[in-house]
Each structure stands twice: as C-alpha cells, then as structure tokens.
Nanobody, 124 residues
Framework: QVQLVESGGGLVQAGGSLRVSCAAS????????MGWFRQAPGKEREFVAA????????YYADSVKGRFTISRDNAKNTVDLQMHSLKPEDTAVYYC?????????????????WGQGTQVTVSS
C-alpha cells in the first residue's frame, strides 16, 4: 500500500506559476510510476502528467506540454508538478496517483493509489 498526500495548491493569477507536491509513504517508491490528474467541476478526471519509476520517462497531456514539468525524488519519496504560464482553464483539483508498475501511463484506470487532492485556482 502507498499513501499519498498532496500539498501546494492555491490561488494564482493567469500567467503565474505554482508548484504542487506529493509525498508518498513506503520504502519502494521507485517501483511505482506516478501521475498527476485533475478534475474540474462537472468534468471527468483527466490526465496531466506521468513519470516512470526511475524518473527517466515523462509524459504530458497536450494541453500542458511545455508549461508543466513533472519530477520525482526517489530518495525523498516525493513527486512534484511545476506549473508555469497558468491559464484559467487549468483550474481544478489536482490529484497525485501511483500505480504498481514502474511504467508510466496516462490511463486513470491504471492507477491504484490516490491522494486527497489539492485545489488549484487560476484567476483571469
């Protein structure tokens, strides 16, 4: 079992930057690929970014490519999402997720472990 706790959400103006972080429990963090997903009111949860267990491979949704960066520190059991050039449409609850495989995925159904979410609000 992996427990995930997000932090770092908040309110930011359009064009600004924000960093959200996720702390994971467990001793074998590098065995798990990690992802960030988001869910806006009235919408389905959608893929944002993912990173392999080693951190060597990263994947991004087209809507955030070039603006967001996912990274992980396996020594500290953390995964971060650095967000730049934020837009009002980035407003959502951001969820950290983990899957019992080192290979990253953009499929929400492949993730078994979820954090409680952190709100990111981008004002226009």
């Amino acid at each position: 079992q992996v427990q995930l706790v997000e932090s770092g959400g908040g309110l930011v103006q359009a064009g600004g930057s924000l960093r959200v972080s996720c702390a994971a429990s467990g001793r074998t963090f590098s065995y798990y690929a990690m992802g960030w997903f988001r869910q806006a009111p009235g919408k389905e949860r959608e893929f944002v970014a993912a990173i392999s267990g080693s951190g060597a491979s990263t994947y991004y949704a087209d809507s955030v490519k070039g603006r967001f960066t996912i990274s992980r520190d396996n020594a500290k059991n953390t995964v971060d999402l650095q967000m730049h050039s934020l837009k009002p449409e980035d407003t959502a609850v951001y969820y950290c997720a983990g899957r019992s495989s080192a290979g990253a995925s953009d499929n929400v159904l492949r993730y078994s472990f979820w954090g409680q979410g952190t709100q990111v609000t981008v004002s226009s």
